[in-house]
């Protein structure tokens, strides 16, 4: 050992270079991970925007939805009628990790089927999504702007109830008229 190291210095470095170099999982699994939390976000945003507008038959149109890129991200309006708003939309990621020579990126993406459903007893209606295969001339992209590696995203079935609890004071998606400035 050289004079002046302490005891376990060279060990410490040694395990804190094999957990990045193999132990740390694979870009390509950061990229899966990634893709499913973007996944929950976007059934996250359904939610909060089914109990921000919970009459979905009479206060919302058409145009309205596909206008909200927040819930559609350039996905596809598949149905809006009867208090039921389907839509399938892609979502994409792009995990960079290291530099230089050591440089290692990976891209994940997928299409979700998000179903909306209005007022059902005393809820306020209810949030379905799960991973589909996208349909043609849905491309799942990366946040940079390129086309993402299509991957079978395991997330099974996110199913919300919409409640009062999921109401978000200031909460406002500018669809209902009773909007501060729209």
């Not at 507008?53 to 309205?64: G, H, I, M, N, W």
């Not at 994940?108 to 089927?113: E, P, Q």
């Not at 390129?146 to 669809?175: H, I, M, N, S």
């Amino acid at each position: 050992m050289p004079p002046g190291q302490r005891p376990g210095v060279a060990a410490a470095a040694a395990a804190t270079l094999l957990l990045v170099a193999g132990c740390a999982g694979s870009v390509e699994d950061q990229a899966r991970r990634e893709l499913e939390a973007a996944a929950r976000e976007v059934h996250g945003a359904a939610v909060l925007w089914v109990a921000s507008s919970p009459d979905l038959s009479a206060r919302v149109t058409l145009e309205e939805l596909q206008s909200s890129g927040d819930l559609t991200g350039g996905g596809r309006v598949e149905r809006a009628d009867g208090g039921v708003l389907v839509v399938t939309r892609p979502i994409g990621v792009q995990v960079e990790r290291g530099g230089g020579l050591l440089a290692e990126d990976a891209s994940a993406g997928a299409c979700l089927r998000v179903t909306m459903s209005g007022p059902d007893g005393d809820d306020l209606g209810r949030v379905r999504t799960e991973a589909v295969p996208c349909p043609d001339g849905l491309v799942p992209t990366t946040g940079a702007g390129g086309q993402a590696d299509v991957v079978d995203l395991d997330l099974g079935v996110l199913d919300d109830v919409v409640d009062d609890g999921d109401r978000q004071p200031g909460t406002c998606f500018g669809t209902t008229g009773d909007c501060a400035g729209g």
